[in-house]
């Protein structure tokens, strides 16, 4: 059963070296990512499961310590997924669960065992909703760290460039995650999702399928657009 979920934005740029010069500008960002994982931690779960968007139309799993690297930015900076030892076998954490990685060693992460999703950005709703009806059925307490990225279409200089229906969608997505409200994020349209650039969606619907029957109530920590791109914090608990 969920017991808790944080809502985090999964930008490389979270991680200060891959930010260089700019890293201040997302301090409020990282400091609201550090106090969702203490939600967390404070649910006392048996098991995290941490949600993050990949490339594709399916969904797979990635086993606690697997590892993750931003040395394609430039930087020696190379994660594991959880506090265990070394995976077996040769994948690596796409980047949005490689962020993740990043949070829970930054936070010293020792609260439960982890294991990872990727899900696909392109994934129908419907799968997002029963994939998070069974990872709720892991473990008699299980906590969600679920990563994703608002629209890319918020300014000009945005990676999307300026489209006057992402701030909208945005404030949409931050009222339903602020105020856990399920049937909001089930109903987020994916095509439009796909247009605005929006990372999150599907992720979003895991948790809106995980979360179902569970009672928790929402919390939003951060809301902002830098670079052109929403950023979300939230927790649910």
């Known amino acids: 059963m969920l017991v808790a979920a944080a809502a985090c934005p999964c930008p490389p740029l979270l991680v200060p070296e891959v930010a260089a010069g700019a890293a201040p500008e997302l ?13 967390l931690a404070a649910a006392r779960p048996d098991r995290l499961v941490v949600v993050g968007p990949q490339q594709g139309t399916g969904s797979e799993p990635y086993a606690e310590g697997t590892p993750g690297s931003f040395r394609g930015f430039g930087v020696a900076v190379d994660v594991r997924l959880g506090p265990a030892g070394d995976a077996e076998g040769e994948r690596r954490l796409p980047y949005s669960l490689a962020v993740a990685a990043w949070l829970l060693e930054r936070t010293g992460w020792r609260d439960a065992p982890v294991e990872g999703l990727g899900v696909g950005e392109r994934l129908a709703p419907q799968r997002c909703l029963d994939i998070g009806r069974d990872v709720a059925a892991r473990a008699g307490r299980v906590a969600l760290l679920v990563m994703g990225d608002a629209s890319a279409c918020r300014t000009l200089k945005a990676p999307g460039y300026l489209d006057e229906r992402a701030a909208p969608f945005d404030a949409g997505v931050a009222r339903a995650l602020g105020t856990a409200d399920l049937a909001a994020l089930g109903a987020l349209d994916t095509g439009l999702a796909q247009e605005l650039k929006v990372s999150g969606r599907a992720p979003w619907q895991v948790l809106a399928g995980a979360a179902e029957d569970a009672g928790l109530g929402g919390s939003l920590l951060y809301e902002d657009a830098p670079y052109g791109v929403g950023y979300l914090v939230a927790t649910w608990s």
């Not at 960002?29 to 106090?35: E, K």
């Open 27 to 39: 301090d409020a960002a990282r400091a609201a990512c550090v106090d969702a994982l203490g939600v």
